[in-house]
């Protein structure tokens, strides 16, 4: 028997095994990986080395030609629900990182109970939650995006919107952007009026400046039909 007819026969056995254990190669690997992975997270309560695993989840991946398998949804989902905003703020990035859109929902709650469930931490939390929403996109994605722009008077958080809403790329929202900028412009003019120092309103005119260009790009992506 040759060598080459040697290593076919064995492959083959081995693909035989497998089969008898309901799992291909391929699958085995990735419950091996899965299995590891979670046992690793588990085995430690600092937060440090739980989000070095984390970290791991997206390592080689591929947005444009590669699926997130569905245990690191899964895992992610109960990393969510972690008390520490640390590892909350870890997960997210990693569910942008891997661009899961199932877990849309479960962002937008977190962005929402946010102020009560992490305290000073709150924004932090916050801005993985936008920046992450800013890759996943979606129906949910742009109606956050949309009532934020409604009610937000000029906060910080807003340049991690804005910047979330131009990597999101979709025109619909240039009405909402248009709409912000000019109340923007609007407290500017409030400042000025009370003779406030300019410091006090830069934030003002950066957020207004941000907005504009944003609506301007996404205008020409409206004209070109250029939208992701």
Same mark, same amino acid.
């Given at each position: 028997?040759?060598?080459?007819?040697?290593?076919?026969?064995?492959?083959?056995?081995?693909?035989? *095994?497998?089969?008898?254990?309901?799992?291909?190669?391929?699958?085995?690997?990735?419950?091996?990986?899965?299995?590891?992975?979670?046992?690793?997270?588990?085995?430690?309560?600092?937060?440090?080395?739980?989000?070095?695993? #984390?970290?791991?989840?997206?390592?080689?991946?591929?947005?444009?030609?590669?699926?997130?398998?569905?245990?690191?949804?899964?895992?992610?989902?109960?990393?969510?629900?972690?008390?520490?905003?640390?590892?909350?703020?870890?997960?997210?990035?990693?569910?942008?990182? #891997?661009?899961?859109?199932?877990?849309?929902?479960? #962002?937008?709650?977190?962005?929402?109970?946010?102020?009560?469930?992490?305290?000073?931490?709150?924004?932090?939390?916050?801005?993985?939650?936008?920046?992450?929403?800013?890759?996943?996109?979606?129906?949910?994605?742009?109606?956050?995006?949309?009532?934020?722009?409604?009610?937000?008077?000029?906060?910080?958080?807003?340049?991690?919107?804005?910047?979330?809403?131009?990597?999101?790329?979709?025109?619909?929202?240039?009405?909402?952007?248009?709409?912000?900028?000019?109340?923007?412009?609007?407290? *500017?003019?409030?400042?000025?009026?009370?003779?406030?120092?300019?410091?006090?309103?830069?934030?003002?005119?950066?957020?207004?400046?941000?907005?504009?260009?944003?609506?301007?790009?996404?205008?020409?992506?409206?004209?070109?039909?250029?939208?992701?």
């Amino acid at each position: 028997m040759t060598y080459r007819n040697t290593f076919f026969n064995a492959f083959t056995i081995l693909l035989v *095994i497998c089969g008898i254990a309901g799992l291909t190669p391929a699958a085995d690997q990735v419950q091996s990986m899965e299995q590891s992975t979670i046992k690793s997270y588990m085995a430690t309560e600092n937060t440090i080395l739980k989000k070095r695993v #984390l970290q791991t989840l997206s390592e080689g991946f591929n947005s444009e030609v590669d699926v997130a398998e569905h245990w690191k949804v899964d895992f992610l989902r109960d990393v969510l629900k972690e008390r520490s905003p640390v590892l909350v703020e870890a997960a997210a990035h990693q569910i942008g990182a #891997l661009h899961i859109k199932d877990l849309n929902a479960d #962002l937008i709650t977190l962005f929402h109970a946010a102020e009560q469930k992490y305290m000073g931490y709150s924004e932090r939390v916050q801005i993985a939650l936008v920046q992450t929403l800013g890759k996943t996109g979606g129906n949910e994605a742009v109606k956050l995006f949309s009532d934020f722009l409604n009610t937000d008077n000029g906060s910080y958080l807003g340049y991690e919107v804005l910047a979330a809403i131009a990597e999101l790329n979709n025109p619909v929202l240039v009405t909402n952007l248009h709409a912000y900028a000019e109340k923007m412009k609007k407290r *500017i003019a409030e400042c000025k009026a009370q003779n406030k120092d300019p410091i006090f309103y830069s934030k003002f005119r950066r957020l207004k400046n941000l907005a504009t260009d944003t609506e301007n790009s996404l205008l020409r992506v409206k004209e070109g039909g250029d939208e992701k």
